[in-house]
């Protein structure tokens, strides 16, 4: 498989973990109180922001699992400012728009 193939599968693997996540917020009244939620369950050091490290171990509790090129895809996809951690802010941003 070639770098460009791996770097499409990570994508797309990328693009399947955030539509899990985004459809956890159907359990709860909006969109906003749902990143609250993962906000404070991702946060271990409670910063008010998730590093990479934080989002790997909260999406592993919520039974998705991928490789460390997809989890750096989703990364990615989430670090709006890529400054290497996760505001509520960039994950409502990010994922009020996907599609589940």
Request: hydrophobic fraction near 40%; glycine fraction near 4%; charge should be negative.
């Amino acid at each position: 498989m070639s770098t460009s193939d791996l770097l499409v599968h990570a994508r797309e693997a990328a693009d399947i973990a955030l539509k899990k996540l985004a459809a956890g917020a159907e359990d709860y009244s909006n969109m906003r109180e749902y990143v609250n939620v993962l906000i404070r369950s991702f946060d271990y050091d409670q910063d008010g922001a998730i590093t990479f490290t934080e989002l790997c171990e909260g999406v592993k509790r919520m039974n998705i699992f991928l490789s460390l090129k997809e989890r750096q895809a989703l990364m990615k996809q989430l670090d709006l400012d890529s400054n290497g951690s996760l505001s509520a802010d960039e994950l409502y941003s990010v994922l009020s728009r996907v599609d589940t």
